[in-house]
């Protein structure tokens, strides 16, 4: 399948981590969400009905993250492409990436994340 809607660097502040202060205070993490589904009904027709509506996607992915207060980021990117799939059944597969945009390390790195790909 070549159709993707792309929903790159969504900003949401959630608890996700081991670590205590990670477990206090929500922290500042960045989603990229690719998902995989025909759309040229909808580009045909210029109908929002016949895609995917990607704001709801987001607020999905904002609900799963700030309510989740899960340990691994692992967990977090796939519960996040779980509800995607249950959300739309004309998604054929999903990739989500979080990354932790101030990672609680002292190595001097700009971010960490995971990726996950699910598929129907």
Do not use: C, W
Not at 2 to 19: P, Q, S, T, Y
Not at 47 to 67: H, I, S
Request: proline share 4%.
């Amino acid at each position: 399948m070549k159709d993707v809607i792309e929903l790159r660097e969504l900003r949401v502040d959630a608890i996700v981590g081991v670590l205590e202060r990670e477990r206090r205070r929500a922290q500042p993490l960045a989603f990229d969400i690719d998902l995989h589904r025909p759309f040229a009904a909808a580009a045909k027709s210029d109908d929002l009905a016949k895609t995917t509506n990607y704001a709801a996607v987001l607020k999905l992915t904002t609900k799963v993250a700030v309510e989740g207060k899960f340990l691994l980021l692992e967990t977090l990117a796939t519960r996040v492409a779980k509800k995607i799939l249950e959300f739309d059944p004309a998604i054929k597969s999903v990739s989500v990436g979080v990354r932790k945009l101030q990672p609680p390390v002292e190595e001097d790195v700009a971010t960490v994340g995971v990726r996950t790909t699910l598929s129907r």
